[in-house]
């Protein structure tokens, strides 16, 4: 089967997330061909290539083709561009797989029968986006939501991560099929001697992904205050708001009890959520967060890790049992003292939260994508 995959996550430049997955899985039996915007300014980052390498095994075989090499807005980019659109719509593709696409994913989709992929509420992202310039958030945020529904009514199916997407983006119930995220299970296991093989001493309070607008690490740091001096902070990654957190905790006060590494490459960040004893997903609370479940959720899970959240919808309503909530500093110096003070419960949780992450994988979360996709084109 020949599948034309449209996303606005640039696969070679940005941090590990759904669209790579489906790409690593479905490119083993099919043929895949990718058209994604460019995000330029992402391959200035440190480390980058170092990051991404891990990724290389994903995409062999698969035909990658971005809107334009000028280095512009991706909302310029979606609108203006479509070159690369003409193209690719005379070839003969089975079925169309949008990832979360506004303009380029509309527009093939007069052309392919398409499946509609919604991790995110993407018209929020875009409206708090510091790399989109501000006077071109609201029509970003516009083109957006219009294009996300203009697809949805195209689409044969829609896809979503979160059952609270359906009414965000009002999806019609008889194309709704619900596909979690999910982790791989066999790269993310618990290494017993992560901790000393990083260097690394006392109680890890961890943190593994991007720096972007909608992570909230000032309540973090406000708590490291007040926690017994063994209990340090671990930062692992570097996209988004890296100077700006690391000028807040030395602001704080506390920069001496937090680590930020940078990005680290793709393939250790296993290693250093085992070096963890807790990880954290410290989420602002609004409409991106709202809608969220986060990547890094099964990965704290299927390393054995309990974890600390913000109180996020979808993972209040399905993972209460293994994790604890902060809406504030005070419920992280609470909810990490009984973590600390309890060896016993972190390793019950963590055990609970390794059998709930085997449930998620990557392979049999695309086996349900795959088999979505081969009904679309044999309609």
């Known amino acids: 089967m020949k599948i034309l995959i449209t996303s606005t996550v640039d696969l070679h430049k940005s941090q590990h997330n759904r669209p790579h997955q489906f790409v690593r899985y479905l490119s083993q039996n099919h043929d895949v061909t990718v058209l994604t915007v460019n995000d330029w300014w992402k391959g200035k980052q440190a480390d980058l290539e170092s990051y991404s390498s891990h990724f290389n095994e994903f995409f062999n075989g698969v035909d990658f083709h971005y809107l334009t090499d000028r280095k512009i807005s991706p909302v310029i980019q979606e609108v203006l561009f479509t070159k690369k659109i003409r193209e690719l719509s005379k070839e003969d593709f089975d079925v169309h797989l949008s990832m979360a696409g506004l303009a380029t994913g509309y527009r093939v989709s007069k052309h392919f029968k398409t499946v509609f992929d919604l991790g995110d509420d993407v018209p929020e992202m875009i409206e708090i986006s510091t790399q989109i310039p501000g006077f071109l958030k609201p029509v970003g945020k516009f083109l957006g939501n219009y294009y996300i529904g203009k697809t949805i009514k195209a689409a044969k199916k829609v896809t ?25 299970t066999n790269a993310f296991r618990y ?29 973090v740091f406000e708590s490291l205050k007040h926690l017994n001096e063994d209990i340090r902070l671990l930062i692992v990654g570097s996209e988004g708001l890296f100077e700006e957190n690391k000028l807040l905790a030395k602001e704080m006060g506390v920069s001496d009890r937090v680590i930020f590494t940078g990005m680290v490459p793709y393939s250790l960040v296993p290693k250093y959520i085992s070096a963890m004893d807790v990880g954290i997903i410290p989420f602002k609370l609004n409409s991106v967060s709202h809608n969220a479940l986060p990547l890094k959720l099964f990965e704290y899970f299927a390393c054995g890790k309990p974890v600390i959240s913000s109180k996020i919808g979808p993972i209040e309503s399905n993972f209460s049992e293994c994790v604890l909530f902060a809406s504030n500093f005070k419920d992280y110096i609470n909810n990490i003292n009984v973590l600390y003070e309890n060896e016993q419960l972190r390793t019950e949780l963590g055990k609970k939260c390794r059998l709930i992450s085997e449930k998620y994988s990557w392979e049999e979360i695309t086996k349900k994508l795959n088999e979505i996709l081969i009904g679309v084109a044999s309609e």
């Open 160 to 184: 979503l991560t979160t059952e609270s997407l359906i009414d965000v983006f009002k999806v019609p119930l008889d194309k709704v099929e619900l596909i979690s995220n999910g982790v791989d």
């Open 191 to 219: 290494e017993h001697n992560a901790k000393k093989e990083l260097g690394l001493d006392g109680f890890i309070v961890g943190y593994v992904g991007v720096l972007r607008e909608w992570i909230d690490l000032k309540p």
